[in-house]
């Protein structure tokens, strides 16, 4: 297990079947792999048990073996923050400059959400929306966001999310709410945290899909 998880292309797998199950092209699409490489990757996870696979006509897809693995990668980038000083100054730089990407506190979030008070968006790829969502969340992935403005200019506070702290769609999307004049501001959890932390988390298409 320690030699399948020692390499950071599977960790990034990892990471990407942790938001929803995917075949093996989507991954090495999303991962900037080959096929081939992605494939020889995964199949390392799996003879580790991290991960598990069956067919779907012609495809194979992939998941993570149960939400231990989530939890275990969650662990994993809680302890390089905290021991990894140059991590939180990378990061700090990355944002430096940045309007909106203040981390919204969970608790404040859910309460805006059941008030009413904020629009929330879920700008992952709509297949990891269906596979869990933050509660009243609606699916806007990404490149989709242009094209849907209309729906997200009632005036409100609209606050973005995606796979975590390190994911860019939900810093793109408030630079590009914002560049539009709306109000706009980045979550930092992704919906794993929602999971390991207890929060609740809703699946299919309830949110308004």
């Not at 700090?92 to 309460?111: C, I």
């Not at 959890?189 to 988390?201: A, C, E, K, N």
Request: aromatic letters at 4%.
């Amino acid at each position: 297990m320690g030699q399948a998880l020692s390499n950071p292309h599977r960790l990034e797998l990892l990471d990407l079947l942790c938001q929803a199950p995917k075949t093996v092209e989507r991954l090495a699409t999303e991962a900037g792999l080959s096929v081939t490489n992605a494939s020889q990757h995964l199949k390392a996870l799996r003879e580790a048990k991290l991960v598990m696979s069956h067919k779907e006509g012609t495809y194979v897809v992939y998941e993570v073996a149960d939400e231990a693995v989530p939890d275990f990668l969650r662990g994993l980038r809680l302890c390089a923050e905290h021991y990894l000083p140059d991590l939180e100054r990378i990061t700090q730089r990355f944002l430096s400059g940045r309007e909106g990407m203040v981390p919204v506190d969970r608790d404040a979030l859910r309460r805006q959400v059941l008030d009413g008070a904020v629009t929330v968006i879920d700008v992952r790829p709509h297949d990891e929306y269906l596979a869990g969502h933050i509660p009243g969340a609606r699916s806007v992935p990404l490149p989709e966001l242009e094209q849907r403005l209309t729906e997200l200019s009632s005036g409100g506070e609209i606050v973005a999310y995606c796979r975590g702290p390190y994911c860019v769609l939900a810093i793109e999307a408030v630079e590009r709410l914002r560049a539009r004049g709306l109000r706009a501001t980045r979550l930092e959890d992704g919906i794993t945290d929602w999971r390991v932390l207890g929060l609740p988390v809703a699946a299919g298409t309830e949110g308004g899909a």
